[in-house]
């Protein structure tokens, strides 16, 4: 199938599931829908199984999206607990279509339970509410990571929640990544799982060579341990000073272990000017996800600046990881949300396309992974391969045989839409626009109101006088995101009448922490949080501290 005939399938309204090899478009086709959707005003769901991949088509992971976090089943009180949340009452009842991509490395389970949240929230018990779903991704590619504790995890095809969907395959055959036909050919053979002696010759004869292009290589390992030994090979390299940052927690000690393990950043994160870097966690207020790479800029002992790859310069504080029983915390960690970054694991790079990339294939220990990091590469000459074995090039035997039926099933799919008079085909995409977008008054898209800074809406309930309570469950974020917009609209306003949100907060405790920040100094003219917490211990919490700092 071409991408002009998936993206006219999917304007037709049916749940697809887009596929095909590693660089045919995938990613295009959906984010051309995308703007297609928000063109129209209409509400869509962009989200992916990864941080990296949903940064990729500007969205979140569905875990977030759909509030189910990191759970692995739903209890009624989870149910009645996520009921409480306006926000995703207002996201599911805004939202005509969800987009889910990778979703080969979304467990089986976890599909099913997003449908039921979605028909929980929808009242509708169609699947997924009656939600336009389209899948994308590529079951060559890594399956599902099953952590300790978790049920086993399958492919997502064997959900139930998949098979009601009643999916239009749209397998796409055209390929845009890699132009060498040379190295589109052993990728398409690895794929098949017909890899010949040439190929693995071919693939050996770049054992050691020196790349032919001039980007800066990415390095790939499948290991962590030797992903971490290259970035410390890496940062010893750069000049300067090495300042480190520890991890802090309270809590229980066993769900404090249990976050430390789930937590990418380093419970000791060493850094020096100039490393490079990737953010591990989302924070969309100040523009980065999990996945985001940059260069540090600047380091100090309560601060970090990154200069991500497309030019942003990101000032990150401290985030907490936490978890959470009955509306209390019981366990919370809090890092800098970054690791270093000149070497990744395999799959961590899904997702990526690369102009240059060293890969060490030598302890490859799962089907697919050769595939998947060779094919981020755009041709053969970026490819410096330090090492090679058996389980590199074999692809998982399962995925070959419904392989098989997605390609038959897609050329059903493309000869029936062949089939439908083009006519026929636009009035089917004009019905299906009219269903699901918004109707707009006055005369035309004019007569819609010009959405207004996040932090203005917030501005708005400040000057109607309400509690931070009040505010911050009409907006349906969290007290951290209300406090970051009210530190921006201090910054633009600073005579801003703040003083009433203490109302809350005892004179003693406020006493407590202006004394600690004034211990702590100032740095770049402000007051830095980390000292002062540091200085009045796990009684008092960050936003609390950050509330009376406002007042100063």
């Known amino acids: 199938m071409t991408q002009q005939e998936a993206l006219d399938i999917l304007k037709l309204g049916h749940n697809a599931f887009i596929t095909g090899a590693a660089g045919s478009g995938k990613t295009y086709v959906l984010n051309e829908y995308i703007k297609y959707l928000q063109d129209n005003e209409v509400a869509v769901g ?7 991949a949903a940064s990729h088509m500007g969205g979140m992971t569905i875990h977030a999206w759909s509030g189910l976090g990191i759970r692995d089943s739903l209890s009624p009180y989870d149910l009645e607990d996520m009921a409480e949340k306006p926000y995703l009452w207002k996201r599911f009842e805004k939202a005509k279509v969800l987009i889910i991509d990778e979703v080969s490395m979304l467990h089986h389970f976890r599909l099913d339970l997003v449908d039921k949240i979605a028909r929980e929230f929808k009242r509708n018990q169609e699947p997924f509410g009656g939600l336009q779903v389209v899948l994308c991704g590529d079951f060559f590619q890594l399956p599902p990571i099953t952590r300790a504790g978790e049920p086993d995890a399958c492919f997502a095809y064997h959900s139930p929640a998949w098979k009601n969907l009643q999916l239009k395959i749209c397998y796409l055959h055209e390929y845009h990544r890699q ?13 098949s799982g017909e890899v010949s002696d040439d190929i693995i010759r071919c693939l050996k ?31 010893d390299k750069l000049p300067g000073q090495t300042l480190e940052y520890e991890m802090s927690s309270h809590g229980r000690a066993a769900l404090v272990e249990t976050l430390k393990k789930s937590c990418l950043s380093p419970a000791l994160l060493r850094l020096k000017k100039g490393a490079r870097v990737m953010f591990v966690k989302n924070n969309y207020e100040l523009g980065y996800v999990n996945g985001t790479l940059g260069v540090v800029e600047r ?14 310069q990101i000032d990150a504080p401290l985030a907490s990881w936490t978890i959470e029983e009955d509306g209390k915390v019981k366990a919370e960690i809090t890092q800098y949300p970054l ?23 030598s302890r490859s220990f799962a089907p697919g992974m050769g595939y998947v990091a060779l094919s981020r590469l755009r041709s053969l000459d970026g490819l410096s391969l330090l090492g090679l074995n058996a389980m590199a090039l074999k692809v998982n035997d399962e995925v070959l045989e419904f ?21 026929a085909v636009k009035a089917g995409q004009k019905e299906w626009l009219d269903r699901i977008a918004p109707k707009v008054t006055g005369k035309g898209k004019q007569g819609l109101k010009e959405k207004l800074p996040t932090y203005e809406v917030t501005k708005m309930l400040l000057e109607e006088g309400k509690s931070l309570k009040e505010i911050t469950l009409k907006r349906g974020l969290a007290l951290g995101t209300i406090l970051s917009h009210l530190e921006t609209i201090k910054d633009k306003d600073p005579n801003v009448a703040l003083r009433y949100l203490l109302g809350e907060t005892p004179v003693l405790r406020q006493k407590k922490i202006r004394q600690a920040l004034a ?34």
């Open 339 to 361: 690791r270093l970054a000149w070497a990744i694991t395999v799959h961590k790079s899904q997702g990526m396309s690369l102009d240059a990339a060293e890969v060490d294939l």
């Open 403 to 423: 392989d098989e039926q997605f390609v038959a099933a897609s050329i059903k799919d493309t000869k029936e839409f062949a089939q439908l008079a083009p006519a």
């Open 46 to 52: 962009v989200t992916a199984s990864t941080g990296i």
């Open 179 to 191: 132009s060498d036909k040379t190295y589109l050919n052993i990728l398409n053979a690895i794929r």
């Open 299 to 312: 380091l100090g002992d309560y601060g970090i600046t990154v200069r991500t790859a497309s030019g942003k």
């Open 519 to 552: 211990v702590g100094g100032m740095v770049a003219g402000k007051y830095p949080l980390a000292p002062a917490k540091a200085l009045l211990g796990d009684s008092f919490s960050y936003e609390e501290i950050r509330l009376v700092r406002l007042m100063i």
């Open 205 to 235: 004869g770049r054992q050691g060579k020196p790349l032919k292009v001039a980007a800066e290589p990415t390095k790939l390992y499948s290991h962590n341990v030797n992903v971490d030994a290259e970035n410390e090979r890496e940062l």
